[in-house]
């Protein structure tokens, strides 16, 4: 079955502690993403790839890191540095980059820093 | 101004009815257009997208889009229970960003 996975579903973290939030892809899409989404809110863009080995901060990357060494993965570090952490993170990817293409997304990840 | 802009509702239509919500966005480039249905907990769930002026139907569900007036629209017809969900308008930014820039959503509930 084709499409896009998170892990894991649910995450609990300490203050202080780094955590990272795995996303896989398996539909050969070239870009991915990584948003947040807060209760009762839209969704805000942390970080973009478009292509593997590159990737650019959106409009909240304050706080956070990515990587993309494979096509299908691109993992989300969620570092101490990140005021308010805690919220629902969304993985999705997309044929090719620039907003133009259809989204498609992860189940999410629900993490709650205490 | 926000860049996509959509009413929060709750927006309530009765079981059979159609329920009509709407966008509208500030970038005039913009070239793509998406709705997308999320669940109380869950993931957006894509369900519509438009690039061109005019209707996009597909089976409940309609798609308008007026760039003209930098406007889109989703139009479902014979609401079911199981369409109350929230409706998230998504938009390319065209120049710069090259990525989605979500509304808030609308909160539809359809009685019974």
């Known amino acids: 079955d084709g499409g896009i996975t998170q892990s894991p579903k649910y995450l609990f973290r300490k203050e202080g502690q780094n955590v990272t939030l795995s996303c896989e892809q398996n539909?050969?899409?070239?870009?991915m993403y990584w948003y947040r989404q807060d209760p009762g809110q839209g969704l805000r863009l942390i970080y973009y790839s478009q292509i593997v080995n590159d990737f650019q901060k959106g409009d909240i990357a304050e706080g956070y890191s990515v990587s993309r060494e494979k096509k299908e993965s691109f993992p989300l570090t969620v570092t101490s540095a990140q005021k308010n952490p805690t919220a629902f993170y969304l993985c999705a990817s997309s044929t090719g980059g620039g907003g133009y293409y259809e989204q498609y997304f992860g189940p999410g990840t629900r993490l709650t820093v205490t | 101004q926000k860049e996509v802009e959509q009413n929060s509702g709750p927006l309530s239509v009765p079981e059979g009815a159609i329920a009509s919500l709407n966008c509208t966005y500030s970038?005039?480039?913009?070239?793509?257009f998406f709705w997308y249905r999320q669940y109380s907990g869950k993931s957006p769930e894509l369900i519509m997208s438009?690039?061109?002026?005019g209707d996009k139907e597909d089976g409940r569900f309609t798609a308008q889009l007026n760039k003209a007036s930098q406007y889109v629209s989703l139009l479902i017809r014979d609401s079911q229970p199981s369409d109350s969900a929230t409706y998230l308008c998504?938009?390319?930014?065209?120049?710069?960003?090259?990525?989605?820039?979500f509304g808030s959503g609308t909160r539809l509930q359809v009685q019974p």
């Open positions: 998504a938009v390319n930014s065209g120049t710069g960003r090259r990525a989605l820039t």
């Open positions: 539909l050969n899409h070239d870009a």
């Open positions: 970038d005039r480039v913009s070239q793509s």
């Open positions: 438009i690039y061109s002026n």
